[in-house]
């Protein structure tokens, strides 16, 4: 039996979630009796059922003295339905691989013990990196009390995402966008400034790739002076519209976007603007595991100045729009090389006519 390939397969069920599950992780199940597969299952939408519960239901009686091939420890609490460990326990698996300890307070370890105490061989670690990096908005969630955070920016090759009279349709080309859209599905939520959302007037939606299980969209306003008859505020409710406003917006927009069927998020006032920080605490409380950050300039520095963002997604274009152009990031106040936010990067390739890369924190 090769433990990785079937925690391979595991993993690639798990990824199936992205997007779909929060507050919970996206996690994957495979079951495995004499070397072939009995049952499988990923976390489903809005969080349940869980994996082992789905791949547990399609094994039926093949699971008995089978191995369970799981990609994050099973939980140990009783929530909305009874813990995981017990149901693996209940079925008489023989053997657990786990990719990697849950964070979580309510199980880290304690799922592994319930398992070990029942008789069940337990082997830890293996596919632990891919399995962190899958679910590492849920251990950011868990870990620091926030979303993992991507910032991603389309530019032209001099760092610009508009002209000087604001034009921006289209710096990249048609491929890019649609690699947009299926990061997007793969996020909890999209999220923007203020200035972009009264500017774009943006649906933040996932189109033209068939997925029924939108991300929600989250605008960061300090005084919701947002459109009350653009695209968000028209489509309120489904998918859900997040908004941060300061506490001391006017109580009368508070309500108006309440009644449209807005989510409001009150937040800490630091300066002139919104502090980050609170911000995506505030998130974080909410459920959200992975935001996808599109702008605009000043919301994207005021989270790298913050040290907050995680992840850096940029699709280069070949065009040149020069000086007068508006800058994909907005002032940091940086007089020295050294205070400069820095990142590693992890990929890069080509995409229609433009260029992606990805980065990392170091």
Known sequence: MSDGRFMAMALA?????QGRVWPNPAVGCVIVK?????????????GRPHAEMVALTQAGQAARGA??????????????TPPCAQALIDADIARCVIA???SDARVDGKGIKMLEAAGISVDLGTGEDEARADNSGFFCRTELGRPFVTLKLATSF?????????????????????????????????????????????????????????PARVVISRRLDLPLMGQLARSAGVPPVILCHGQDADASLVQTWQDLGAT???CRVKGAQL????????????????VFCEGGSALAASLLEADLVDELVGFTAGLIIGAEGLPGIGAMGLAQLRDAPRYRLKSTRAIGPDTLHIWARP
């Open 158 to 214: 001099d760092g610009r995402i508009a002209t000087g009279t604001g034009e921006s349709q289209w710096i990249t080309g048609p491929e890019a966008r649609r690699a947009v859209h299926a990061m997007r599905a793969r996020h909890d939520a999209v999220m923007v400034g203020g200035g972009t959302a009264r500017k774009d007037d943006p649906s933040l939606t996932v189109r033209d790739l068939g997925i029924a299980d939108q």
């Open 275 to 290: 502090d980050p920080a609170d911000i995506l605490q505030q998130l974080g409380h909410h459920g959200l595991t992975r």
């Open 13 to 17: 069920l798990g990824r199936r979630g």
């Open 67 to 80: 191995t369970a091939f799981v990609t994050l420890e099973p939980c140990a609490h009783h929530g909305q």
């Open 34 to 46: 004499e070397d072939r597969v009995v049952g499988r299952g990923w976390t489903q939408p809005g």
């Open 264 to 266: 409001l998020l009150p």
């Open 100 to 102: 990697v300890r849950d």
